[in-house]
């Protein structure tokens, strides 16, 4: 329903160059023939055409119409890339969604980066505390290993 308006155009400008191409094979050799103009308007002394004629002009001007103020963008890219209506409200929910989350994402950041600093000086202290008992560790490992070194001497 939504592309019946297209439909006509394309029809008209088939229908249009099918009746211009039996013109041209049946009226004289084999596309060497051609096309009889029986339509004159003497009134603005336009030149002569045919009906056919009329259904390529016809078509076409409606067709261009019809691309300038009935379809818009999301309706060419169904008809050129092939997609459905469906997968196509499908990928604009996928981005919006995308966005919503890429939004979200930068405001996590910065809301992570703001209590990171606050984290970081926890867990600064944190390091520091675990450095210095492993020091602490390692100087009475030393002091016990010197102590049994200097009673295996005496």
Excluded: Q, W
Aim: overall charge negative.
């Amino acid at each position: 329903k939504k592309y019946s308006l297209m439909r006509v155009c394309v029809l008209f400008l088939a229908g249009g160059a099918i009746g211009n191409l039996i013109d041209r094979v049946f009226r004289g050799e084999l596309f060497h023939g051609y096309v009889v103009d029986m339509i004159y308007v003497e009134i603005i002394n336009f030149p002569v055409f045919n009906i056919a004629d009329s259904f390529i002009t016809v078509g076409f001007a409606v067709l261009i119409f019809s691309i300038l103020f009935v379809y818009k963008e999301k309706d060419f890219d169904i008809i050129f890339k092939k997609k459905s209506a469906d997968s196509i409200e499908e990928s604009e929910n996928i981005e919006e969604t995308n966005e919503n989350t890429a939004d979200e994402n930068a405001e996590n950041k910065e809301a992570d980066a703001n209590a990171g600093n606050e984290e970081k000086s926890e867990t600064d202290n944190v390091e520091e505390i675990i450095d210095e008992s492993k020091e602490e560790k390692n100087s009475e490992e030393t002091e016990k290993a010197e102590s049994d070194d200097n009673k295996e001497e005496t």
